[in-house]
T-cell receptor, first 113, second 115 residues
């Protein structure tokens, strides 16, 4: 049973527009959420995170929104740039489970110039 | 920033041999490191949690005798794939955390090919 799901396997967006990536989770014990960016044959690079006590966190072009009641989080990238083209993974962890990360399946983003 | 170095980045080995992958936190101490495996076009699957000075905690379905994990110091964890077979060919990635509520930093990954 997948505890973290990214239902959109891919996303195509025009340069300068907003990219919105979605992630749903089922485990109510998750209390920390992260977004990672990954290129092929490389390890993931941390982008932004949010604690369950917040509903929004912003860092430059990246904003993460958390809706705990809906068990849903999203990542907004604005404006999107061609260098943002990569696979994005959301991840969740629970302090009660030793803070190990559970990853979603990833969303491949393509930003067109 | 926090840097995690993984070595080697790529290894090819013969079936039946063992391969050791190292994961080092270069500028911080990591009491906990994690080992993941990623198949093509799939997500990262946690294999085990490595705790400094104690035995690793393996996820369900991961053979502890096949994937030996050692976390001998606060900056080094190793994963040894024993008696490797072609089905063990995959991308292995380690990560390390500085604290309970901080993000995990990942190594560059190791592409293992067993021939």
């Amino acid at each position: 049973d997948q505890q973290v799901k990214q239902n959109s396997p891919s996303l195509s967006v025009q340069e300068g527009r907003i990219s919105i990536l979605n992630c749903d989770y089922t485990n109510s014990m998750f209390d920390y959420f992260l977004w990672y960016k990954k290129y092929p044959a490389e390890g993931p690079t941390f982008l932004i995170s949010i604690s369950s006590i917040k509903d929004k966190n912003e860092d430059g072009r990246f904003t993460v929104f958390l809706n705990k009641s809906a068990k849903h989080l999203s990542l907004h990238i604005v404006p999107s740039q061609p260098g943002d083209s990569a696979v994005y993974f959301c991840a969740a962890s629970a302090r009660s489970a030793g803070n190990k990360l559970t990853f979603g399946g990833g969303t491949r983003v393509l930003v067109k110039p | 920033g926090a840097v995690v170095s993984q070595h080697p980045s790529r290894v090819i080995c013969k079936s039946g041999t063992s391969v050791k992958i190292e994961c080092r936190s270069l500028d911080f101490q990591a009491t906990t490191m994690f080992w993941y495996r990623q198949f093509p076009k799939q997500s990262l699957m946690l294999m085990a949690t490595s705790n400094e000075g104690s035995k690793a905690t393996y996820e369900q379905g991961v053979e502890k005798d096949k994937f030996l994990i050692n976390h001998a110091s606060l900056t080094l964890s190793t994963l040894t794939v024993t008696s490797a077979h072609p089905e063990d060919s995959s991308f292995y990635i380690c990560s390390a955390k500085r604290g309970a509520d901080t993000e995990a930093f990942f190594g560059q990954g190791t592409r293992l090919t067993v021939v």
